[in-house]
């Protein structure tokens, strides 16, 4: 479709944040102009009058479990390890295939209403969760989670080829759960993979203290020390989490170009503590936002997660200024977008992906209009997203979802899922 925006107050993000006022047109699933108004003989399938509001690239959650929502707030209140062995990994081993693709849907529908357009995805069954979200029109980069109980380095492999060959909306990278569900064989043979496709690899790293021990008991080094002495970052990727890294693994961070995905919503509600933002910033270290799985968090929701990062940051530090409400803007749009490869994702500019999302400037917490990009980190809601653009094609406007299926139809299936395994 061809479709006109004017009258918008525009945050493009292409260099620093400041807005800009004008017109930007979509045509296909490319940005091809945005500036001034200016004289033009194209047909229009819609002309939208933004009427001032923002238009602004959407958000990355760089981390999340999508097909967890069937979880949400029924396995709360407990502590990691039991959290998963006790509550999460008995009822996800009565999945069926289906079920994880309706799962994945419902959280489609949180995201859009979030101004989420990208997510890096790690789940159960790739295939599936690749078909939800082309069907749904979701752009979704998944990563594998193999570990010494499902996704076998034979299964990732063939994942790694077909879901790089299919629909431009989605791809596949190469992952692992995290260290403790993982031989040191399995990750060797990661490793080997890896370096047959120079592919970038990522985990969970780091997320507990008691992680961290683990690991250094078994082999003398932490999660980072010991992925990079298997060579798996010998072609980038990063972590997930990385609340316990150390010096030594903030370096190794930033020699091999890795990112760090935060997690603050999750940390915090399973008391994992708060990452060392600062550092990593002071590091040059690329950083991204992830949600995390709607189990853990229990809210897929960027907002909250932004001012989490720049709040916690501020209690760790014991210092107001620490990490300002523009980095973390950064961090959940072109952070995200460069973690996941998709750099014609990562800002609005003539040729760049279409992936938009339009915020209402006329309600209360938005008001008044003193520096609108903080306004987004600090004060800013899910009540604010008006619109979600992804690919040039609006999937939510003014509440309403276009994702190709009633959302009360997947409401009631996951309503009976859960009630089948609580």
Request: glycine residues 8%; aromatic residues 8%; proline residues 3%.
């Amino acid at each position: 479709m061809n479709i006109r925006f004017y009258n918008a107050r525009i945050l493009s993000l292409e260099n620093d944040t400041s807005i800009t006022g004008g017109e930007l047109w979509v045509q296909g699933d490319r940005i091809s102009y945005i500036g001034k108004q200016k004289d033009n003989d194209i047909k229009w399938d819609r002309q939208i009058d933004v009427e001032s509001d923002l238009l602004m690239p959407g958000f990355k959650n760089a981390h999340t479990h999508s097909g967890m929502t069937f979880l949400r707030s029924m396995a709360d209140d407990l502590p990691l390890d039991r959290w998963l062995n006790e509550q999460i990994f008995p009822r996800e081993a009565k999945l069926t295939g289906e079920d994880i693709g309706y799962c994945t849907k419902l959280a489609i529908l949180e995201y859009l209403t979030s101004g989420i357009t990208s997510v890096f995805e790690m789940y159960l069954d790739p295939k599936v969760i690749d078909e939800a979200c082309v069907e749904s029109g979701m752009r979704c980069v998944q990563v594998g989670g193999i570990n010494n109980f499902s996704q076998s380095l034979g299964y990732l492999e063939e994942c790694y080829e077909e879901l790089n060959s299919g629909s431009s909306l989605t791809s596949f990278m190469l992952g692992y759960h995290a260290e403790y569900t993982c031989s040191k064989e399995l990750l060797s043979g990661l490793s080997k993979l890896s370096h047959k496709y120079a592919a970038p690899v990522f985990s969970h790293n780091s997320e507990t203290s008691s992680e961290v021990q683990g690991c250094i008991e078994r082999y003398g080094l932490t999660p980072t020390q010991f992925a990079d002495s298997l060579g798996l970052f010998d072609h980038g990727g990063g972590g997930y989490h990385c609340v316990y890294l150390s010096d030594e693994d903030v370096e190794i961070f930033r020699k091999r170009k890795l990112s760090i995905v935060l997690n603050p919503g999750s940390n915090t509600k399973l008391a994992s503590g708060i990452a060392d933002i600062r550092h990593f910033l002071d590091a040059g270290i690329n950083l991204a936002i992830g949600t995390d799985g709607p189990a853990s968090n229990n809210c897929l929701d960027m907002f909250r997660e932004m001012f989490l990062v720049t709040g916690l940051s501020k209690l760790r530090e014991k210092d107001a200024s620490a990490v300002d409400a523009a980095d973390v803007l950064i961090m959940a749009t072109k952070g995200g977008a460069k973690a996941m490869g998709l750099f014609d994702c990562d800002c609005l500019a003539e040729g760049k992906k279409a992936d938009i999302i339009r915020i209402s400037l006329k309600d209360p917490n938005m008001q008044p209009l003193n520096n609108i990009a903080k306004n987004i980190v600090y004060s800013g809601s899910k009540m604010n997203v008006k619109m979600t653009m992804i690919d040039g094609v609006i999937r939510y406007e003014d509440g309403k979802f276009f994702i190709g299926q009633d959302p009360d139809e997947i409401f009631s299936y996951v309503q009976a899922l859960a009630d089948r395994l609580r």
